[in-house]
């Protein structure tokens, strides 16, 4: 799933090549992946883009006060094309959900792979009426160390994997930054957000800015079709079951969940004891 870096990038990449042109086309051909009806997409053609910004991990791009927010879900990418087919896309055939086409001929399609439709597309006049931008919780880039303490304060004994990938607590990190964020920590995945003290509460936070920075000065310039791989090769320990932790060298470990994993390294996070399955494991301090 695109997390906070690389919809960071895309947001960055439409600003230097849509910003100022007009949609001559926008073409939903996925019905599941359009959330509204009011404005019709069909608003959107002859509208000038002049902005394109990131709110968690949705996309807004504007156009004269009329936004297509766009959020890609597990699955779903955006494909930036400098000359787009113009021709017509038929409902229910193949990946594409969404095609735009705009007036110097350049234009991106929204891609979902699988058989799971979550990709998701909105055109609002206001942001907050999106659902999922109107709950959102604060960006990781806009807290402060105090702000981060009261948020991990309020959630009391829930796990820190689960505070920093829940959207409405901090935005725009998912299942596979947190299990970054938490590697360069040194924390367990399971361990309290209120049980830190001080010094873990600042290693935290730290971990947390200069993870996702990190990996949004990786992907800076890169070209749409690259963010994937670069993504995928900057990771040190999620998606990497079975290989080398590369600060010990211990083998990184996983977790499996009905619907998802996560993984670590049980060296550099749980003193070398290894997580049982969640519904298993105690809490570790």
Not at 98 to 114: H, I, K, P, Q
Not at 136 to 159: A, H, N, Y
Not at 219 to 246: F, I, T, W, Y
Not at 266 to 278: F, I, M, Y
Request: glycine residues 8%.
């Amino acid at each position: 799933m695109p997390e906070l870096p690389e919809v960071e990038s895309l947001a960055t990449f439409l600003r230097e090549r849509a910003v100022g042109h007009a949609f001559v086309r926008a073409d939903i051909t996925a019905i599941s992946a359009l959330k509204t009806y009011d404005p019709p997409v069909s608003a959107m053609v002859g509208l000038l883009i002049d902005d394109v910004q990131r709110h968690g991990k949705f996309l807004d791009i504007s156009a004269q006060g009329v936004h297509l927010v766009i959020h890609l879900a597990r699955a779903g990418w955006l494909r930036w094309k400098e000359e787009q087919n113009t021709g017509l896309v038929r409902p229910g055939k193949g990946p594409i959900a969404l095609r735009t086409v705009l007036d110097d001929g350049s234009g991106f399609d929204l891609t979902e792979a699988g058989t799971q439709k979550k990709l998701a597309v909105y055109v609002v006049r206001d942001v907050n009426e999106v659902p999922g931008i109107a709950r959102l919780g604060p960006d990781p880039f806009t807290l402060s160390l105090e702000d981060f303490s009261d948020i991990l304060k309020r959630q009391g004994r829930v796990q820190l994997k689960g505070v920093l990938r829940s959207q409405s607590v901090i935005a725009g990190i998912g299942n596979a930054y947190s299990d970054e964020i938490l590697h360069v920590a040194k924390m367990s995945p399971f361990k309290p957000a209120s049980n830190l003290s001080e010094d873990e509460l600042k290693t935290l936070y730290e971990a947390m800015r200069e993870t996702l920075q990190d990996a949004v000065n990786r992907s800076a310039g890169l070209a749409v079709q690259d963010l994937k791989s670069e993504k995928k090769s900057g990771l040190r320990v999620h998606g990497r079951k079975g290989e080398k932790c590369p600060i010990c060298g211990d083998i990184v470990r996983e977790v499996s969940f009905a619907d998802s994993s996560l993984q670590y390294c049980a060296t550099c996070q749980t003193g070398g004891k290894p997580l049982a399955d969640r519904r298993l494991s105690k809490l570790l301090k």
